[in-house]
Structure formats: C-alpha cells, structure tokens
C-alpha cells in the first residue's frame, strides 16, 4: 500500500530532479556563452534575451561555487 509518505518522497524525487535539470541547463548555458554570441543562444533555444541572461548569470555563479 502506498503512504502519504511514499508520495512526499515522490514529489520531493520530482522536485530534486528538476533542480538538477535547471542546474545542468544553466551551467551549459553559460559555457555556451563563453564561446558564441547572446543572439545566437536566444534563437537556438527560443528562450528570450532576459531568460537568458538569468539562467547564463545562475550557470556562471554555480561554476565558481563548484570551483571555489
């Protein structure tokens, strides 16, 4: 039988998986902006200028976290 905590770690699986995708996305994100152009990463992801901006800004702070 399921719990009600089964479904808690379930949601919480949810959770920690999506903040592992955003963490990889910005991080890759901004090492793609280290080798070409904003406007070149807007139009490939479809993401507009201030999206991006906030996710390359998020990939490079974690980068020196995990350096640091």
Request: hydrophobic fraction near 35%; aromatic fraction near 2%; avoid cysteine.
């Amino acid at each position: 039988m399921v719990t009600r905590d089964d479904v808690q770690q379930i949601r919480k699986d949810y959770d920690d998986t999506i903040a592992n995708a955003e963490a990889t996305r910005a991080r890759a994100l901004a090492a793609a902006a280290d080798e070409m152009p904003q406007k070149e990463i807007i139009e490939a992801t479809g993401y507009s200028r201030e999206t991006v901006r906030r996710i390359v800004a998020e990939g490079r702070k974690l980068r020196t976290e995990t350096t640091a």
